[in-house]
């Protein structure tokens, strides 16, 4: 059997030669530690522009995502490369070991100004929603939003009777843990949350953001771990969960196979215009034309996801262009996703974390993501979901922080394709949790 020249051989790291990696890495970190004096004081030497910021993601990424992946638990039972990479970097910005303007430059390219993580999300819906047989598509919705109240109730209930232990009263542990935790996130929960508590009660917002947000971020963690763990299960118990790509139990043969179309540059280009064509009704259905139902604000993803599900039920999308844009998807998750782990990890505060280590805060945050687990796979299942699938998506992505919180889960559990689930979670759920909460603060507080 002829030898391959072009396999590879020894250690390579990030697609290079160790050598080549590691040289890469140093070009690309050490010009973020220098700096030169500019006309308004001192500046560092690496440019914050797209290529400049990019160079230092990647520098941090390769480093902690190969770690992630070799280490031994960590890369079967923690979440991997992905997981790595986000903690990593949180780490180094706790210790100061990213200069500031470092930090600045990714957050401003990665979810500010420039908003790289939107542009990832488009991307992995376009792809996730128009990959999936139609069937399947309109069996999975329809019984998406039963899964998400399920998870709801059973971390409502759950919540409940661990404040009992600790003696908080079931108004409280409703209001102060399970809604926030509950809620969709940072700015799509705890933040709207706050706004509705001021309104109530007239107390400052601030006042109940600032404990939301210490139990949310608790909670996240958790989110994150469990969503690593349920992977693990469903490695070690099949039948508990699918192929990753589909929630329908018994429905991978029924999913499109993208890879027997052929697909060209003409077809990426069709899947990149459909896709911000897609995005721009989701901005015009939420800022101007139904921007609110039932007074709860409807964010610019769940009416995109909703447009694009209406698209691929109809089958006006041509099959090439549907591949298309699942190779887009495949790409930007596979290829990128660690360099939206390094803005996560960027954006991440751990002083909150280290501030919230009551073991009361600690308790009640876990018992209700047990409780979104439990509620959530069960009622998945009984809508014909694959448990660990309901679970991680109608469950554990209500319960972290939003769309940060949605990629960490999906990259520790290994499920970035059910991005538009956890997207729905995060947005309509998350709408949900506010309409309930403006009824909930009226009568209670």
Not at 151 to 168: D, E, H, P, V
Not at 333 to 343: D, E, K, R
Not at 360 to 376: K, P, R, T, Y
Request: net charge neutral; aromatic share 8%.
């Amino acid at each position: 059997m002829a030898e391959d020249k072009n396999a590879r051989t020894g250690l390579w790291l990030g697609g290079l030669p160790w050598w080549q990696a590691v040289i890469c890495i140093l070009l690309c970190l050490i010009p973020m530690y220098l700096t030169v004096q500019g006309k308004d004081g001192p500046k560092m030497v690496q440019s914050t522009t797209m290529a400049g910021t990019l160079a230092i993601c990647f520098g941090l990424a390769v480093i902690f995502n190969e770690i992630g992946e070799r280490v031994p638990i960590w890369n079967t039972y923690i979440g991997g490369g992905l997981l790595a990479t986000f903690f990593g970097v949180a780490v180094l910005k706790q210790f100061n070991l990213v200069p500031e303007a470092g930090l600045d430059a990714i957050n401003s390219f990665i979810s500010d100004d420039a908003n790289f993580l939107e542009m990832f999300i488009i991307m992995l819906i376009i792809g996730s929603v128009l990959s999936l047989d139609r069937d399947i598509l309109l069996r999975s919705f329809a019984g998406y939003i039963p899964a998400i109240l399920g998870g709801l109730l059973a971390a409502t209930i759950l919540g409940g009777i661990t404040g009992a232990i600790f003696g908080i009263p079931f108004s409280d542990t409703l209001i102060k843990y399970t809604l926030p935790i509950m809620g969709g996130g940072n700015g799509a929960g705890a933040v709207p949350l706050s706004q509705i508590y001021e309104q109530v009660t007239g107390d400052a917002a601030a006042n109940y953001y600032s404990f939301a947000i210490i139990v949310l971020t608790i909670a996240n963690i958790f989110c994150i771990i469990a969503s690593a763990a349920l992977n693990a299960l469903g490695e070690k118990v099949p039948s508990l969960t699918g192929d990753k790509k589909t929630l329908i139990r018994g429905a991978e043969e029924l999913a499109r196979d993208d890879e027997k179309i052929k697909t060209d540059n003409t077809d990426l280009s069709g899947a990149l215009l459909l896709a911000f064509a897609c995005f721009s009704v989701g901005i015009l259905m939420s800022s101007v034309i139904l921007p609110k139902i039932a007074g709860a604000p409807i964010h610019k993803y769940a009416y995109m996801i909703i447009f694009v599900v209406i698209l691929a039920a109809t089958g006006l999308v041509p099959a090439r262009v549907r591949a298309g844009a699942k190779r887009l998807q495949s790409f930007f998750s596979g290829q990128l996703g660690i360099i939206i782990m390094v803005g996560m990890g960027a954006d991440f505060n751990l002083g909150e974390l280290f501030k919230a280590v009551a073991p009361s805060n600690i308790i009640m945050a876990l018992m209700i993501v047990i409780g979104a687990i439990i509620g959530s796979a069960a009622v998945g299942y009984l809508v014909g979901f694959y448990p660990i699938d309901s679970a991680i998506t109608a469950g554990l992505c209500m319960a972290n922080r939003g769309g940060n919180g949605d990629l960490a889960c999906l990259g520790a559990a290994d499920r970035m394709d059910l991005i538009a689930y956890s997207q729905l979670s995060s947005r309509l759920g998350g709408g949900i949790v506010l309409i309930i909460a403006s009824f909930v603060f009226s009568f209670m507080l």
